[in-house]
């Protein structure tokens, strides 16, 4: 594939489905994925856990679609991490020297 035919694919799909769309459909997938996995091996629900802890240390579009499929623990501790990280670093900052 060329970057030229890439740009035109991606134009396409964007034309042909909405984010919100999108998102709905790979969290389902995420969501189903995840039953299964844990339904076969419970220790899988931290594995996904922790995968989704490691992509949340980062700017990840993928985030919050896995977020949703996960539950709301996983929703819960995203949203504590996003909301006391800039409070650890000041502080960290601060008393860290």
Not at 2 to 16: C, G, K, Q, V
Not at 45 to 54: D, G, N, P, V, W
Not at 61 to 81: C, D, H, N, V
Request: glycine letters at 4%; zero cysteines.
């Amino acid at each position: 594939m060329t970057p030229a035919s890439a740009i035109e694919l991606h134009s396409r799909f964007e034309a042909e489905i909405s984010d919100e769309v999108f998102e709905q459909k790979i969290t389902a997938l995420i969501k189903k994925a995840y039953a299964e996995d844990v339904r076969r091996d419970p220790s899988f629900k931290e594995r996904y856990r922790q995968a989704l802890r490691a992509l949340n240390r980062g700017d990840h579009y993928i985030s919050i679609m896995i977020q949703p499929a996960l539950g709301f623990r996983a929703q819960l501790e995203a949203t504590l991490r996003l909301l006391l990280h800039p409070l650890i670093q000041a502080f960290s900052g601060r008393h860290g020297n």
